[in-house]
């Protein structure tokens, strides 16, 4: 397992530094350069457009944030791009606009967001892109079939599991996740610590960050039981 200590470094913003989607919202250009603007890593989501391009968006559906019917598979980035975000100027971008933003100032932490028959090509193509970009990302996933294709298509990227849970066949399915060679794990802070967790930091010495702190509690028990937090709503 390689070691990479830029993963904790900074806290990380999640879906970029937005403002709880008052006026800056999530996952946007403008909530990433507030991210890049205060020096902290940047956490977002991404999946592939009808013509297989990675966006960055987190709902599967359209409506919540674009206001539009349908889901993000049934729309080309072309059309995607057409969408505006909250009522605001801002569109859900390709994964291609948020490299050439961030240009290596901050580290990206991105979440590859599956949907089983819509998902094929998206480890590929978002490592494709990431293996030419100058800067610090690493990925990672809830879902196990995208996990099982990190490394035959990202062999070089920190691969991580994003995850949950704390009853016991939750932390087992987790364990079974350590065959593929993951380098670092993303858990829900309210479910810390857990036997998981303890395992991988303790003899695997792999590196823990946390999801979603919203408040003091989720910050101590971060630092009572991860590396680093993945953040929003306030300054970290």
């Keep these: 397992m390689k070691s990479y200590p830029w993963l904790t470094a900074r806290p990380i913003a999640h879906r970029g530094y937005h403002d709880l989607n008052k006026s800056r919202w999530e996952n946007t250009l403008s909530a990433f350069k507030a991210a890049i603007d205060r020096n902290y890593a940047i956490e977002c989501d991404v999946h592939l457009s009808a013509d297989g391009v990675p966006i960055v968006f987190h709902d599967d559906e359209l409506k919540r944030l674009a206001g539009a019917e349908g889901f993000i598979y049934e729309k080309t980035a ?109 858990y829900h802070w309210q479910h810390l610590p857990n036997p998981f967790i303890t395992f991988v930091r303790q003899r695997l010495a792999m590196p823990v960050i946390t999801w979603t702190v919203r408040d003091e509690e989720g910050r101590t028990r971060t630092a009572d039981y991860a590396d680093q937090m993945t953040f929003e709503g306030f300054e970290a």
């Design 78 to 186: 072309a059309e995607l791009s057409s969408l505006r975000i909250g009522g605001t100027d801002d569109y859900p971008p390709t994964l291609a606009e948020l490299l050439q933003l961030t240009a290596g100032r901050v580290p990206l932490v991105i979440e590859l967001k599956g949907i089983q028959g819509r998902d094929a090509g998206l480890v590929e193509k978002v490592a494709d892109q990431l293996n030419r970009y100058s800067g610090e990302a690493a990925i990672m996933s809830f879902d196990h079939w995208l996990i099982r294709d990190f490394k035959r298509f990202a062999p070089d990227l920190p691969r991580g599991l994003t995850a949950w849970g704390e009853k016991p066949d939750e932390i087992e399915l987790h364990f079974t996740m350590l065959a593929h060679e993951i380098d670092f794990v993303s």
